[in-house]
């Protein structure tokens, strides 16, 4: 990068930082270090709630996964509106009335104690796995950029996060990523913009979107009812409800963000908004992807993007395989943008066949290259039998450093750190609150002064940020890295949600048949995962429903085990 970069840079993450050291100065309780004593509006909330989703994985994987298979991944969010309904209706009221600190306290409550660790638990073996994981997406970018060690950028991003978080709790986190998507939202506007400026003089956004439509990167929807396709609007619909439902509603590094509202009007209006936003800021992501993907229909674009790999293969005994393969790519380069004109010019005069004709022409030189790809990756393999051969996450990231003017790389980056940043820090402080309050508070110190907890939260939060980079130096082994952190959560967040459903709505089962529903339900989730028998949203549905129809059962070989205070009670909003 240059130096007008990295002021860009160094200067936005010093700014943001600043920030929310500044707001949290006066973070005196373990209410304020938790909730922000419950004091936030709904702006607040809702952009907080949005920055915890949305982490640097988002920014870095979806160009590249629109990139390489299209635009189908959108339709993984279109659960999360109706998800936000029921929470607004059903998780939020009850969570404000019992003035609860984490979800966890709740299924005591209803349940018993063993049921509260045993979902604190498997929300925090979770939660702490995935944050590694988006420790790591930035970390990829300063090594690839800097051609420095991997492991010293992992800790030296963690290490920022960790700071604010420790020092200011929940109002640090919420403030700072007021700021984040601030300015997330305007870079990204900006991104769009020069994407369309860097496409030839005669190719603006609508032609750009039919050369990628004409390549099968448009595909955004798909109605086929394929259980083992990952994206289609029915794995969104119902296999994405669950998963956001159980996200939203049961994981604390949510529920801490909308718990922070003033009251249960902010907090669902919060809610609403992102709701409202994520599918349209998911889709203008993707869109940025098959943006890049025209832009190389006319400049010849890197056969594999992981510059580091490939530097070190054009350095090694198969320089002149790589050469050769090299050369012939830019041969099919060229000649493909032949066939590009004659599809803009049937576009353009309406002329159907002769759009086929050089959709047909280019499907086959996407074909050849495709097989030159399989042939460079496999010199790579050869070369290098432990060299990472998934670029996915390369992509927008290469494409931008190679193209886009000085300072607003920069800002690009600045932009994907902020992400991080953001969505490391919810779930941080999320393990902390729920260490101290579903733990440390219930098992081991109960009854102590309140600053005590807050100087234990702090020191948990500080634990709980070392074991997320730890996690973060293996994370590189994960593959595409928003696949990585959904099919983890897909793995937990069913169970969880069929906990919290059966408190709700089943209340004739008690704890001791709910927990052992949740033990074999979680069982039955992992074997048919590992089995690889279906797509793994509807492992959200599958841990859901089994949850249910167990602790049903479970509970007539119970008779004695009674449903909890809560089952009772009807909350009054």
């Not at 925090?124 to 995935?130: D, W």
């Not at 005069?349 to 050089?358: H, P, R, T, V, W």
């Not at 953001?422 to 508070?441: E, H, R």
């Not at 089994?546 to 004695?560: C, N, R």
Request: with cysteine; hydrophobic share 50%.
């Amino acid at each position: 990068m240059s130096s007008i970069d990295w002021i860009v840079l160094v200067f936005t993450l010093f700014v943001i930082v600043a920030y929310g050291l500044y707001q949290s100065k006066n973070v005196k309780t373990i209410d304020g270090y938790i909730l922000s004593d419950r004091s936030l509006p709904w702006y607040t909330v809702g952009l907080s709630v949005m920055a915890t989703q949305a982490s640097a994985i988002t920014f870095l994987s979806a160009p590249g996964l629109a990139y390489s298979s299209g635009m189908s991944f959108v339709q993984f969010y279109f659960g999360l509106p109706l998800a936000m309904i029921v929470l607004c209706v059903t998780f939020v009221p009850i969570f404000h009335k019992l003035k609860v600190y984490t979800a966890y306290e709740f299924l005591e409550k209803r349940f018993d104690v063993n049921t509260r660790v045993f979902t604190a638990a498997l929300f925090l073996i979770q939660r702490g796995i995935s944050t590694g994981i988006t420790i790591f997406a930035p970390a990829i970018i300063l090594s690839s950029i800097l051609q420095i060690d991997l492991v010293m950028t992992t800790i030296g991003i963690g290490a920022l996060v960790v700071i604010y978080t420790v020092y200011g709790g929940t109002k640090a986190v919420s403030y700072t990523q007021l700021l984040q998507m601030s300015i997330i939202f305007g870079g990204l506007l900006l991104a769009g913009v020069l994407v369309v400026h860097l496409l030839p003089e005669h190719i603006g956004f609508s032609e750009a979107l039919h050369i990628a439509g004409k390549s099968g990167k448009a595909n955004a929807i798909d109605f086929n009812l394929d259980l083992n396709n990952q994206y289609t609007v029915w794995t969104g619909l119902i296999g994405g409800f669950f998963l956001q439902l159980s996200y939203f509603g049961t994981d604390q590094s949510q529920v801490g963000r909308y718990l922070t509202g003033s009251s249960v009007k902010q907090s669902r209006m919060g809610l609403l908004m992102n709701g409202l936003l994520k599918v349209p800021l998911q889709f203008c992501i993707l869109l940025i992807g098959i943006l890049v993907f025209a832009y190389y229909q006319y400049h010849t674009p890197p056969l594999f993007f992981n510059q580091q790999v490939i530097e070190e293969l054009n350095q090694s005994d198969h320089r002149e395989a790589y050469q050769s393969i090299m050369n012939r790519h830019e041969v099919i380069s060229q000649e493909k943008r032949i066939h590009l004109n004659e599809l803009t010019d049937g576009l353009a005069e309406k002329d159907d066949i002769k759009i086929e004709a050089a959709k047909a022409q280019l499907q086959q030189y996407n074909e050849h290259d495709q097989a030159l790809r399989s042939e460079l990756i496999t010199l790579i393999e050869r070369n290098n039998p432990e060299a990472d051969t998934n670029d996915n996450n390369y992509i927008f990231l290469r494409f931008v450093s190679d193209t886009f003017p000085k300072g607003l790389i920069g800002l690009l980056i600045a932009i994907i750190f902020l992400a991080s940043m953001g969505a490391t820090a919810s779930a941080i402080n999320s393990l902390s609150s729920t260490t101290v309050i579903d733990i440390y508070k219930r098992f081991v110190r109960k009854g102590r002064e309140d600053a005590h907890y807050l100087r234990v939260s702090r020191i948990t939060t500080f634990c709980w940020g070392v074991f997320t980079i730890l996690i973060a130096l293996y994370a590189n082994r994960l593959g595409n890295l928003l696949e990585a952190v959904n099919i983890l959560g897909s793995l937990f967040y069913g169970t969880i949600l069929g906990i919290f459903l059966v408190a709700f709505y089943v209340k004739r089962v008690g704890g001791r048949a709910v927990f052992w529903a949740a033990v074999l339900s979680e069982i039955f989730v992992i074997g048919i995962w590992k089995m690889d028998i279906i797509a793994f949203l509807w492992l959200n549905l599958i841990g859901c429903v089994l949850v249910i129809l167990f602790g049903s059962v479970l509970q007539s070989f119970f008779p004695g085990n009674k449903p909890g205070t809560m089952a009772s009670q009807s909350p009054k909003y």
